[in-house]
């Protein structure tokens, strides 16, 4: 599929739920969201038929996010059908890690390729006070159990704020010389109206690389194909490689092949904007598979040129937070 923009829209992220274990203070209420109710949100037949619908149309990448992914039951079965779809799409996962350790060797066995987990922190009482729940433990166990299954290679995102965890960007970096992970780390994005941490404590990607730069000599790597959104790098003698995402500051709109689909249905173009298509009221009014790829397509066509986070000012409020499209 092509956009009005000539980019080609090949991959698709599904987030399962809006529920999640952890309660990450930049992304989820201490509450947690409220309840949309147990209909609202898409059964696993009803994504599959739509994710079957974009591979169809030539998606052939797939990550699965949330809300927390582990924490929706029959994800596994899930995995394994989407794996089987003859057209054999990426199939990519993220995931805070805590349920990782008991369901890693399973997802791989079932056909899933990589995941993502994301960890701001590697202090046991920071971790409690970034997520309000403990855990860290659990996240590294699960981290090694994705490794050990071969869930390769392994990708750790972290988002670093000033005053919170962005002494530890240094910390990070450093695990690549051991570990043969990517570690990538993300400008914050204000998406989330009154839960966004306020502009003098976010790091820009030009920080970010200026801490990594002090750490020992850094070379950039080049990029192969559209390489999505990270800049990497390597240290010397690293078995791993550091990526910085500038989800802010440069936006990489021009490269962005991918549509989302919210748990309750709703087709999101970009991110970053607030169109959506339903797709949950065609689905439960009994629509066919040519209405599925209209509406696929009509989403592919109203994606826009770029996003204007950086040009925003102030709080905005938006439909949807970070764990309501995954991410
Ligand atoms: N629960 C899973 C996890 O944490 O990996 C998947 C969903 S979570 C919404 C996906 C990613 O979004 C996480 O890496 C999280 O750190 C990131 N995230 C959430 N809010 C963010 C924000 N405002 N700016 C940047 N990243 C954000
Ligand atoms: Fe949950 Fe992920 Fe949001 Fe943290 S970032 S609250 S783990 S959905």
């Not at 059964?43 to 599959?48: R, T």
């Not at 929706?72 to 990782?100: A, D, H, M, W, Y």
């Not at 299954?149 to 670093?160: D, F, H, I, R, S």
């Amino acid at each position: 599929m092509r956009d009005t923009f000539n980019r080609k829209i090949d991959y698709l992220r599904i987030s399962v739920t809006d529920r999640c274990n952890l309660r990450c203070r930049y992304c989820m209420p201490e509450e947690g969201v409220p309840s949309v109710g147990h209909g609202q949100v898409l059964s696993f037949e009803e994504l599959f038929r739509v994710a079957r619908i974009a591979v169809e149309q030539g998606v052939c990448k797939i990550r699965l996010t949330g809300g927390e992914p582990l924490v929706r039951k029959g994800l596994i079965s899930f995995v394994e059908r989407l794996c089987q779809l003859p057209q054999q799409p990426e199939l990519t996962l993220t995931s805070n890690g805590l349920l990782l350790a008991a369901q890693a060797g399973e997802l791989k066995s079932v056909g899933l390729q990589r995941v993502n987990v994301s960890l701001d922190t590697l202090k046991p009482e920071r971790f409690e006070q970034i997520t309000r729940r403990p855990g860290l433990e659990q996240v590294l166990a699960g981290i090694y159990a994705a490794e050990a299954a071969g869930l390769l290679p392994l990708k750790l995102n972290m988002v670093p704020i000033r005053g919170v965890n962005a002494d530890e960007i240094a910390d990070f970096a450093r695990l690549t010389f051991a570990h043969n992970w990517q570690v990538r780390f993300i400008e914050f994005m204000p998406v989330s109206g009154g839960l966004d941490y306020p502009p003098e404590s976010r790091f820009s990607a030009a920080e970010i690389t200026e801490v990594l730069r002090g750490i020992a000599p850094l070379q950039e790597l080049a990029r192969k194909g559209p390489a999505g959104p990270a800049r990497l790098f390597q240290y010397a003698g690293a078995k791993g490689v550091v990526g910085v995402i500038p989800a802010v500051s440069e936006h990489f709109c021009g490269e962005c092949n991918r549509l989302r689909l919210t748990s309750d249905g709703f087709l999101r173009p970009c991110l970053f904007c607030e169109n959506e298509i339903d797709l949950r009221t065609p689905l439960r009014a009994g629509c066919s598979d040519d209405d599925l790829v209209r509406l696929l397509r009509g989403a592919v066509e109203i994606k826009p040129e770029r996003h204007h986070l950086a040009e925003e000012q102030g709080v905005q409020t938006r439909i949807r937070k970070m764990q309501g499209i995954g991410g």
